[in-house]
Structure formats: structure tokens, C-alpha cells
């Protein structure tokens, strides 16, 4: 089965601190791979996506990622985290062929501290 | 671009009454939405997808009495919690594209307790 994975369910950084949260997903075939943040009661907010070209991507409030095939990994980064960086991020996987549905991974917590 | 709003925020039910949430594509035609399910730290789990005109299509272990989902036009889902019991309280999410190209829209959430 399809599957992704989010290692790490909480990370806690200082602030202007970088930060790696990461995703692996199960197969190698085609895929659009995206990574969401969501604040306490709130719906999701896209923070970036990959479809196809380049396999660096970069998206808003100083994210980016990474798309590796040959590791099946699309790893979250950011050079300096700020307070308000604090929220659960989701990494979530379409798989070519299935209907436009997503595959969520399990979020990662991210606290940013003084 | 690409806004989808979801009604209401919250709700809380009496245990055995019926609730509807909706889920609208403001700028944009959604023939596809997806409804989502959240319990407290989770992942969101794919309940299931709504199609504009035709039924929807529920995701394994989803009772499609209990969560009656109408897509009656191009911009507008809806997801009844029939019955609804203080085990469907979660945090219910809707979901749109606007084309293949595009990421995924989220609406805001609506968090049921149901008492």
C-alpha cells in the first residue's frame, strides 16, 4: 500500500535556528508531493508543491523543499525559524493514477522556543 | 484565488440530531471535493470524495448513511452527520482543486461536539 512517512512527530528548534522536517513516501512511480502547515483549529494552508521541473522548490514564508526520487524524500527546510513558525506540518502524496485523492503523513509538530 | 469556505467553524449538537457542513468553492469550479476527518493530533483521513452530479465515492470503513455527502453544483459540497453520537465529534475538513496544476485547497474546518 501507499504509504507516507513522517518521521519525526515533534520537532523543537530555537528560534532563527534551521530546521529539516522530514517525508518519505512509499513508492517511485509518479507523483505530486506537497506540504501543508496548520494552526491550532484551523483548515490547512499549502506551503509548497512539486509537480514536475525543478526539484528544488521553494514556497511561501521561507520553505522550501527538496524532491529526491531515488530516496523517495521531499524534506521540508527552512534556514531561520521564527516564533510564529509554531504549527503542525503535514507532507501529503498524490500518486499518479489515483483519482486525485491525497496520502497524509502523520504531521510533525514543529516548536520554535526563545 | 482558489478560496474555499467552510460553514460553520464550530457546531454542538444534541446526541441524535442530524448536522450539515458546508463546503464552497468561492472563486473557482470544483467538480471534485474531498471530505476529511481530524481526531486531536492526527493526520487528516480521507472520509470521501464528492462528486458534482453523481454520488460520492467513500473510503473503506465509512458509513455512507451516516455521512450523507450531497455535490448538488459546482461550487457547493455538503457532509450531514446523521444521528450524530458524542463519538463524531472531530474536526471535519473540505477540500478543492482547481485543476490538476494546482495545489489543494483547504477550508477552515468545522470542529462538531456532540453532547
Known amino acids: 500500500a501507499q504509504s507516507v512517512t513522517q518521521l519525526d512527530s515533534q520537532v523543537p528548534v530555537f528560534e532563527e535556528a534551521p530546521v529539516e522536517l522530514r517525508c518519505n513516501y512509499s513508492?517511485?512511480?509518479?507523483?505530486?508531493l506537497f506540504w501543508y502547515v496548520q494552526y491550532p483549529n484551523q483548515g490547512l494552508q499549502l506551503l509548497l508543491k512539486?509537480?514536475?521541473?525543478?526539484?528544488l522548490v521553494k514556497g511561501i514564508n521561507g520553505f522550501e523543499a527538496e524532491f529526491n526520487k531515488s530516496q523517495t524524500s521531499f524534506h521540508l527546510r527552512k534556514p531561520s525559524v521564527h516564533i510564529s513558525d509554531t504549527a503542525e506540518y503535514f507532507c501529503?502524496?498524490?500518486?499518479?493514477?489515483?483519482?486525485?485523492?491525497?496520502?497524509f503523513g502523520t504531521g510533525t509538530r514543529l516548536q520554535v522556543t526563545l | 484565488g482558489a478560496v474555499v469556505s467552510q460553514h460553520p467553524s464550530r457546531v454542538i449538537c444534541k446526541s441524535g440530531t442530524s448536522v450539515k457542513i458546508e463546503c464552497r468553492s468561492l472563486?473557482?469550479?470544483?467538480?471534485?471535493m474531498f471530505w476529511y476527518r481530524q481526531f486531536p493530533k492526527q493526520s487528516l483521513m480521507l472520509m470521501a470524495t464528492?462528486?458534482?452530479?453523481?454520488?460520492?465515492?467513500?473510503e473503506q470503513g465509512v458509513e455512507k448513511d451516516k455521512f450523507l455527502i450531497n455535490h448538488a453544483s459546482l461550487t457547493l459540497s455538503t457532509l450531514t452527520v446523521t444521528s450524530a453520537h458524542p463519538e463524531d465529534s472531530s474536526f471535519y475538513i473540505c477540500?478543492?482543486?482547481?485543476?490538476?496544476?494546482?495545489?489543494?485547497?483547504f477550508g477552515s474546518g468545522t470542529r462538531l461536539t456532540v453532547v
Open positions: 472563486d473557482f469550479q470544483a467538480t471534485t
Open positions: 512539486y509537480l514536475s521541473g525543478s526539484t
Open positions: 513508492s517511485s512511480v509518479s507523483v505530486y
Open positions: 464528492s462528486n458534482e452530479g453523481s454520488k460520492a465515492t467513500y
Open positions: 501529503a502524496v498524490r500518486w499518479s493514477g489515483t483519482a486525485s485523492k491525497l496520502t
Open positions: 477540500s478543492a482543486s482547481p485543476g490538476q496544476n494546482y495545489g489543494y485547497t
